[in-house]
């Protein structure tokens, strides 16, 4: 069964600067989707950046970029130029192929946001 | 607006009870998802439904029961069976041109009481 592991339970960024939440998966697979969620206090789920693994280029999404390294099997999400905003839960996800369109998702990282 | 929603947000339910949390959306996707989130464990499938008529059991199905008559509406019973019911569930649905990316509803916090 795929697993993925987020390493890093708290995490915290000064405004304005950048920050890197680190993410593993394991999987058998050669084919899938990888996802970063944030979750405010609000709880609403809001994708932010997703991956496919057969891209090697690293998405963008504006202050939000990834770094996937396939062989590894790591999938970082680095939020630059920090704001009180991005302040969060932030999820990374699986897209297990079986199951149709099934998420595994980690246990989280909250990212604090100093100003 | 499309969307998910959920109702209701807030829901208490005595020991011995079965409930059920609604969960609604205008976006036509196929396929609608539930999720249980407790903290420290990030999120993990109830059940899920590809389209009406069908659905499959997720990874922690035990006490729980769904239904998808409609496109629309994919409701979750959480039955008494459900040893530790307390959690906050969510909603999502994946489909059409979004296929590869599932939305999510508002949530709906349960507490046993």
């Known amino acids: 069964a795929q697993t993925v592991t987020q390493s890093q339970p708290e995490m915290s960024v000064q405004e304005a600067e950048t920050v890197t939440l680190s993410c593993t998966y394991d999987?058998?697979?050669?084919?899938?989707?990888l996802f970063w969620y944030k979750q405010p206090p609000s709880r609403q789920m809001i994708l932010v950046i997703r991956?496919?693994?057969?891209?090697?280029q690293n998405a963008t999404e504006n202050r939000f970029s990834v770094n996937f390294q396939k062989a590894a099997k790591s999938f970082s999400l680095k939020i630059s130029d920090s704001q009180l905003g991005d302040a969060a839960m932030y999820f990374c996800?699986?897209?297990?192929?079986?199951?149709?369109?099934?998420?595994?998702f980690g246990a989280g990282t909250i990212l604090r946001v100093k100003s | 607006d499309g969307g998910i929603t959920q109702s209701p947000k807030y829901l208490f339910r005595k020991e011995g009870q079965n409930v059920t949390l609604s969960c609604e959306q205008n976006?036509?996707?196929?396929?609608m998802y539930w999720y249980r989130q407790d903290p420290g464990q990030g999120l993990r499938l109830i059940y899920y439904?590809?389209?009406?008529?069908?659905?499959q059991k997720g990874d922690i199905a035990e006490g729980y029961s769904v239904s998808r008559e409609k496109k629309e509406s994919f409701p979750l019973t959480v039955t008494s069976a459900q040893k530790n019911p307390t959690a906050f569930y969510l909603c999502?649905?994946?489909?059409?041109?979004?296929?590869?990316?599932?939305?999510f509803g508002p949530g709906t916090r349960l507490t046993v009481l």
């Open positions: 991956q496919e693994a057969y891209k090697q």
């Open positions: 999502a649905s994946s489909g059409g041109l979004s296929y590869n990316e599932q939305f």
């Open positions: 996800a699986y897209r297990a192929m079986e199951y149709g369109n099934k998420l595994v």
């Open positions: 999987t058998s697979e050669s084919d899938y989707y």
């Open positions: 439904s590809q389209i009406v008529n069908d659905f």
């Open positions: 976006l036509n996707h196929d396929a």
